[in-house]
């Protein structure tokens, strides 16, 4: 599914999206540390992209504050489920397919980073804080695309 955060009109609206899109990432993140099983290092990784996707609502956050705006405190309630629920679908087939749910998430928070990157009605200090994130959203997602995918298929013949 692709993200349509960073196509509202006006630059708030794209920020404040970008915000909830972070507050799904955390969601989903959690889910995933929660639910790997097999790989300390990938979820190592994972936890770090989770305290990256943190930063990043804070700083997204800090930044609406300094524009009189005011920023929203979690993830809509009507996507939240979407994302986390890939992660745990996915972790009752195992440890690759979480990667895997989990590199879709990552495509979303890249697409909305671009968007709202390449804007031009964008705050002057908007920039900074958007180039930093979508510089993190590139690294979670190169490394994520990164991991081998071993899917094993067991089929008795009997």
């Known amino acids: 599914m692709t993200t349509l955060v960073g196509i509202q009109s006006n630059l708030t609206n794209a920020v404040k999206e970008l915000i909830e899109l972070e507050y799904e990432a955390v969601e989903s993140y959690e889910t995933a540390v929660s639910k790997l099983t097999h790989n300390n290092e990938c979820k190592m990784h994972l936890i770090s992209f989770l305290e990256d996707h943190k930063r990043h609502i804070s700083e997204l956050s800090a930044l609406l504050k300094q524009h009189n705006e ?24 195992g440890d690759e397919f979480i990667i895997a749910a ?14 709202i990157y390449t804007r031009e009605d964008g705050w002057k200090d908007v920039y900074e804080v958007i180039r930093r994130g979508l510089e993190d959203e590139k690294r979670h997602k190169k490394w994520l695309e990164e991991r081998p995918q071993i899917f094993h298929v067991h089929i008795s013949v009997g």
Request: hydrophobic fraction near 30%.
């Open 70 to 93: 005011e920023p929203p405190k979690e993830a809509s309630k009507s996507k939240q489920w979407i994302k986390s629920g890939k992660v745990t679908v996915a972790n009752i087939i």
């Open 102 to 115: 989990m590199k879709g998430n990552e495509f979303d928070t890249n697409v909305a980073y671009e968007r």
